[in-house]
């Protein structure tokens, strides 16, 4: 069958308030992450489907034929399961990881994208008449396994990729635009096939990185409820990885340990995060409404700085960290630790007047502590489809 | 009149937990410090009331016949306004003033010093028939101030050694003993004449300060209510002093103010500062009942660190802190500001088996960042009686 060729991307996500106490049934802020993740599809007549992550040093390709028998008997249960429910088709999945010898203890980044693509793959073509020749090459600007949506945002370029290219969802892009977004019922299903990819690599993903990824913007989270907020500005921030290494699970049972162990001191650093990100959230609104000011920034930077000292509170800081809010605070720049702490990455808070040689020096200094340090935005835009010559060059190079 | 020599000592104060909290209604847990004020009482017979008060450069002396006419009249309202109420007798103190010409406006150490201890004098001894020809010495291990209650420890040298040289309290050494404290009734006489000492030089105290100085040991403060805690350990700590200047009304201000703007961030806050300084009191009352584990120590150092983030939260952290903080927690030891913060003093949790080469190079690199720093104790006793040879020999040089 004929494909259309496509481009799209999808950016990274942060939390910028409540990690942690998300667990805990407090609000949670998270919001996109201008770091993209780049998707290029192509039309080929080789007869092969191919995937290229140049990120992760991956390049493979399987012939339509010796995929398609994976597809037998399976054609109606994936229009009543897949397409329609839009369940995750277990017997699918086991003969995925029997085809490609992916034990189900995998859990390498290289396996997880490769099952995820292939799932996503034969789940969008499969019930058509014939398997597509396509090659789809991802490269993305984020660092994987640091916390920052990076597996969301690839699975949100493949469902956006492969919907577009199979002609489900429709081309939003007009001849004056270079770059454009799905209606929002397209958006909604790029979405839950993206959820699909993350259940593949993650098992039981709250679905916060996924509708980062595909809305973009600022979203409140809140007992399993995925708001979007309306009218947010996007915010110029510093992203730094400290590279230090830490578990996820570790530091989200040594909270809960320390919730227990001292009930009436944490609950209410619980409900103080709660109100934080709330706050938050209306000053968000705030800037919106009426124009970003001064005193708005003065806040954000406050509210930074007191959900830092609760996340140490808890347990979840780490010395990187201090370094890294003791080196912007040297130049009245305001940081804290995004996502599950103990190392891993910070976001520090950049005003509109924040001089560029601030940041440069900023930078430096976080580099020579063994950092790496991005000059980014949050809150910007979600999933965008892209006409060619609208791309950025590099990631025109890399996919 | 005859007196009696005498030699007395007052311990000075640090907070454990619950500074600024404490303004807010919540609870406080405020502590003897062993770093003491030694008084020094002698007859003399030269018609002359001295004081000397080496740290402050401070040697006066007033002929008696001289002070005399400040009592004319007024033997009756001391009788009746000081000695059986203990009320501060502003015509008295108006007099002093007018004596001694320190103005109304005053407020620095000598000027203080001078006058609380000639209005305790002449209250003692004004319903007496003749004033005493007495000698009066005073040193202090602490430095002033310093938030650790050094005007207090002063007062209550004053009134212990007063109250104890006119006859007023009974003598409770025995001849086996080398120091002994009083009994319960004369010890709160001792506290409601050091706290008008402590009125006249701050106006409007809350009464902490002496009533630490006079029972020692640990007290809980909530609501103006100042209760003693029964059977608590001493603690071994290392004490900073960063003598980064700061002034606690600002501080306190800026607490409020936060909270003002903040409300729902910053009420929760205070609620767990309450919970440290309750579960903090617990933990102790433990440790005497059943003996201190290493566990009780755990607890201790995990609600120092609590609270000192609670405290920066509220805004009243310092970089000097942040510092001894840090240096103290590469040697695994935990500290937190005490008292108003924004530099002044913090304190440093010693554990029983924390060996003394590592205290010796914690206080040489706290040394080195131009703090000063005593090994000392917490919980200690308060008001203290000697026989002069079992002072310490420094004691004895310096008063």
């Given at each position: 069958m004929h494909t259309r060729d496509c481009y799209v991307s999808a950016p990274g996500k942060a939390i910028l308030h409540g990690e942690h106490a998300v667990v805990h049934g407090k609000v949670a802020l998270a919001v996109s992450l201008n770091l993209r993740t780049y998707l290029r599809l192509q039309s080929t007549s080789n007869g092969k489907v191919c995937i290229n992550l140049p990120n992760i040093d991956t390049f493979l390709s399987w012939e339509i034929t010796a995929l398609q028998p994976l597809l037998d008997g399976c054609r109606d249960c994936l229009a009543k399961h897949v397409v329609l429910k839009q369940e995750l088709d277990d017997d699918l999945l086991k003969r995925l990881r029997a085809f490609t010898g992916i034990a189900d203890a995998s859990t390498d980044t290289r396996s997880m994208a490769v099952l995820a693509f292939l799932y996503m793959y034969l789940s969008v073509f499969g019930e058509a008449k014939s398997l597509a020749s396509i090659t789809v090459s991802v490269w993305s600007e984020l660092p994987t396994g640091a916390g920052l949506g990076s597996s969301a945002a690839y699975n949100v370029c493949l469902a956006a990729g492969l919907l577009s290219a199979r002609g489900i969802t429709s081309s939003p892009l007009t001849p004056q635009q270079d770059s454009a977004r799905w209606s929002k019922e397209e958006m909604e299903q790029i979405n839950r096939w993206a959820f699909m990819g993350e259940k593949?690599?993650?098992?039981?993903?709250?679905?916060?990185?996924?509708?980062?990824?595909?809305?973009?913007?600022?979203?409140?989270?809140?007992?399993?409820?995925?708001?979007?907020?309306?009218?947010?500005?996007?915010?110029?921030?510093?992203?730094?990885?400290?590279?230090?290494?830490?578990?996820?699970?570790?530091?989200?049972?040594?909270?809960?340990?320390?919730?227990?162990?001292?009930?009436?001191?944490?609950?209410?650093?619980?409900?103080?995060?709660?109100?934080?990100?709330?706050?938050?959230?209306?000053?968000?609104?705030?800037?919106?409404?009426?124009?970003?000011?001064?005193?708005?920034?003065?806040?954000?930077?406050?509210?930074?700085?007191?959900?830092?000292?609760?996340?140490?509170?808890?347990?979840?800081?780490?010395?990187?960290?201090?370094?890294?809010?003791?080196?912007?605070?040297?130049?009245?720049?305001?940081?804290?630790?995004?996502?599950?702490?103990?190392?891993?990455?910070?976001?520090?808070?950049?005003?509109?007047?924040?001089?560029?040689?601030?940041?440069?020096?900023?930078?430096?200094?976080?580099?020579?502590?063994?950092?790496?340090?991005?000059?980014?935005?949050?809150?910007?835009?979600?999933?965008?489809?892209?006409?060619?010559?609208?791309?950025?060059?590099?990631?025109?190079?890399?996919?």
């Open positions: 593949i690599i993650h098992g039981n993903p709250s679905g916060v990185d996924n509708a980062v990824g595909t809305w973009g913007c600022f979203l409140r989270y809140h007992d399993g409820k995925i708001t979007p907020l309306d009218r947010v500005p996007v915010l110029r921030i510093l992203l730094t990885n400290t590279k230090v290494p830490r578990s996820t699970k570790v530091l989200v049972s040594g909270v809960k340990d320390k919730i227990n162990k001292f009930p009436a001191v944490m609950k209410p650093v619980l409900e103080s995060v709660d109100a934080v990100s709330c706050t938050c959230e209306q000053t968000l609104t705030e800037m919106s409404a009426r124009g970003p000011s001064a005193e708005h920034y003065n806040i954000l930077e406050e509210l930074i700085d007191i959900n830092q000292h609760h996340l140490n509170v808890m347990g979840v800081g780490h010395s990187s960290l201090d370094t890294l809010c003791k080196i912007s605070l040297a130049r009245g720049l305001h940081s804290k630790l995004t996502g599950a702490g103990g190392g891993g990455c910070g976001i520090t808070l950049l005003r509109p007047e924040t001089d560029a040689s601030v940041i440069q020096s900023t930078v430096a200094e976080l580099q020579a502590c063994g950092f790496d340090c991005w000059e980014t935005s949050i809150g910007g835009p979600g999933a965008q489809k892209y006409k060619k010559w609208s791309l950025p060059k590099q990631v025109l190079k890399c996919c």
